[in-house]
């Protein structure tokens, strides 16, 4: 079995890796980092998990530490794009641990904090830039600091960047890098965009392809419970006080999701913090903080702010809201079992998501053991106002006789009062001379749908 100081890496490396208690490569180390410090351009097919940070991240700090020399002010020697500040926040801590014996300078620059200190750290210059798209091109196009001087090229999950709608922000960064530079490009699938960009920028790579997207975590214990909308409340969190649970991450397919269930999880005695992107920097970090301690060991996120999340010891992954993209579903079920620790993932199925569940399942080449059967019927619900009868006011002032309105409202069918049908009904009964306001038309609405609203650009 390879190790890691058969790869050929420096010495000073060699040393933070086995502080850190690492020997053993990832298949895709193995693969990746002897061809990049070769100095070929790798293109990596891999998803969260798997050890990617490591497989671009030793190589880069190889060529640091063997052609020591200082950043010219306003640039950077590597420049790493990633599409969450989690993961960016991520990828700095894994560049900081690796490299704390020849300490390279670095900075992070993404939304959701001030700009200044950002500017004031690339007016320096640094080795090692980690940026997510939308804020290094808030810098770029204020001229806080130019892209001239980069050696090293690092594009990871670039199918997320697609995802995301940072494509065109990424296509004007690459046109912008120089035409020499050693490029390290990841991504867990290979849709045609990415492709495209892919072939342009590494014109002879390296190809390295492990755990494809379609293959399921072996040691994730995978089940579905089917149940209505309504009932998915208790079975969380009956599942959240079972036995055996530590850290618990929980999917919501929306941010507003996301802050509900949390409420509710409160609600039934359960500590959990939210992290999505109309959260704060600061509410990120410090639900992300608190779940790490254990504090918190609920974590409710959808599934932008939850890329980049690697905290151990994650015992189960449960889908409150099954992924409208299957891929989705495999990498949610990848935060647990990491690290040759087993886990558990289950997912709520209410019966409009079987269709999604189906796209899983076809996705991945197998049956997810269900409990339960697929409720069918009509679904319950609750009477609303308008469906609700109640008692006609009374004018007291009248001598206790109904006012005009309700006058005109006794006798007639369904209690509709004069002018208007149904007006006996709901807010209508009793108030004949008050007018419904009337309905804006659907083209006035504002469209609150979750594709909008959840897919924001949240790193700027």
């Known amino acids: 079995?390879?190790?890691?100081?058969?790869?050929?890496?420096?010495?000073?490396?060699?040393?933070?890796?086995?502080?850190?208690?690492?020997?053993?490569?990832?298949?895709?180390?193995?693969?990746?980092?002897?061809?990049?410090?070769?100095?070929?351009?790798?293109?990596?097919?891999?998803?969260?998990?798997?050890?990617?940070?490591?497989?671009?991240?030793?190589?880069?700090?190889?060529?640091?530490?063997n052609?020591?020399?200082?950043?010219?002010?306003?640039?950077?020697?590597?420049?790493?794009?990633?599409?969450?500040?989690?993961?960016?926040?991520?990828?700095?801590?894994?560049?900081?641990?690796?490299?704390?014996?020849?300490?390279?300078?670095?900075?992070?620059?993404?939304?959701?904090?001030?700009?200044?200190?950002?500017?004031?750290?690339?007016?320096?210059?640094?080795?090692?830039?980690?940026?997510?798209?939308?804020?290094?091109?808030?810098?770029?196009?204020?001229?806080?600091?130019?892209?001239?001087?980069?050696?090293?090229?690092?594009?990871?999950?670039?199918?997320?960047?697609?995802?995301?709608?940072?494509?065109?922000?990424?296509?004007?960064?690459?046109?912008m890098l120089p035409r020499t530079k050693h490029t390290m490009f990841f991504s867990a699938t290979m849709p045609e965009d990415i492709a495209k960009l892919a072939k342009e920028l590494l014109p002879d790579p390296v190809r390295v392809e492990v755990t494809p997207v379609a293959t399921t975590a072996e040691r994730v214990n995978q089940r579905v419970i089917h149940t209505r909308a309504e009932g998915k409340r208790a079975i969380l969190a009956d599942l959240l006080r079972g036995e055996g649970v530590g850290r618990a991450l929980v999917f919501s397919r929306t941010k507003h999701g996301a802050d509900r269930i949390v409420k509710q999880l409160e609600q039934d005695g359960l500590a959990a913090g939210a992290i999505h992107g109309n959260k704060s920097q600061g509410q990120r970090e410090r639900a992300l903080e608190a779940f790490k301690r254990g504090t918190a060991p609920i974590l409710v996120a959808t599934d932008i702010a939850a890329r980049g999340i690697d905290v151990e010891g994650v015992t189960h992954v449960i889908q409150y809201d099954l992924p409208e993209v299957p891929e989705t579903y495999v990498h949610r079920i990848g935060r647990t079992a990491r690290a040759g620790a087993s886990g558990e993932a289950v997912a709520l199925v209410a019966p409009d998501e079987v269709s999604l569940l189906r796209a899983v399942e076809k996705l991945t080449r197998q049956q997810v053991p269900a409990e339960g059967d697929?409720?069918?019927?009509?679904?319950?619900?609750?009477?609303?106002?308008?469906?609700?009868?109640?008692?006609?006011?009374?004018?007291?002032?009248?001598?206790?006789?109904?006012?005009?309105?309700?006058?005109?409202?006794?006798?007639?069918?369904?209690?509709?009062?004069?002018?208007?049908?149904?007006?006996?009904?709901?807010?209508?009964?009793?108030?004949?001379?008050?007018?419904?306001?009337?309905?804006?038309?659907?083209?006035?609405?504002?469209?609150?749908?979750?594709?909008?609203?959840?897919?924001?650009?949240?790193?700027?």
């Not at 149904?422 to 007018?435: I, T």
Request: glycine fraction near 12%; charge should be positive.
């Open 1 to 65: 079995m390879t190790q890691f100081n058969e790869l050929g890496l420096a010495a000073p490396l060699l040393r933070a890796l086995e502080e850190e208690g690492y020997t053993t490569p990832t298949p895709i180390q193995a693969q990746a980092i002897p061809a990049a410090i070769a100095g070929r351009d790798v293109l990596g097919i891999a998803q969260t998990g798997t050890g990617k940070t490591a497989a671009f991240s030793l190589p880069l700090l190889h060529r640091l530490a």
């Open 67 to 175: 052609d020591p020399k200082r950043a010219a002010p306003f640039t950077c020697r590597v420049l790493i794009l990633s599409p969450t500040r989690e993961l960016a926040s991520q990828i700095h801590e894994s560049i900081r641990a690796y490299g704390r014996h020849i300490r390279p300078s670095t900075a992070l620059v993404f939304g959701g904090v001030p700009e200044n200190p950002q500017k004031r750290a690339m007016a320096k210059g640094v080795d090692v830039l980690i940026a997510t798209p939308g804020r290094l091109m808030d810098l770029l196009n204020q001229r806080a600091m130019k892209l001239d001087g980069i050696e090293v090229f690092v594009l990871d999950e670039a199918d997320q960047m697609l995802d995301r709608g940072f494509w065109p922000s990424i296509r004007r960064i690459a046109g």
């Open 374 to 460: 697929i409720p069918t019927g009509p679904v319950p619900r609750r009477p609303n106002r308008q469906q609700q009868q109640r008692p006609p006011r009374r004018d007291d002032s009248r001598g206790g006789q109904p006012r005009e309105g309700q006058r005109q409202a006794q006798g007639r069918p369904g209690g509709q009062a004069a002018g208007r049908p149904g007006g006996g009904q709901g807010r209508g009964q009793g108030f004949g001379n008050q007018q419904r306001r009337p309905e804006a038309p659907r083209g006035e609405r504002k469209d609150r749908s979750w594709r909008d609203s959840d897919f924001r650009d949240s790193s700027r």
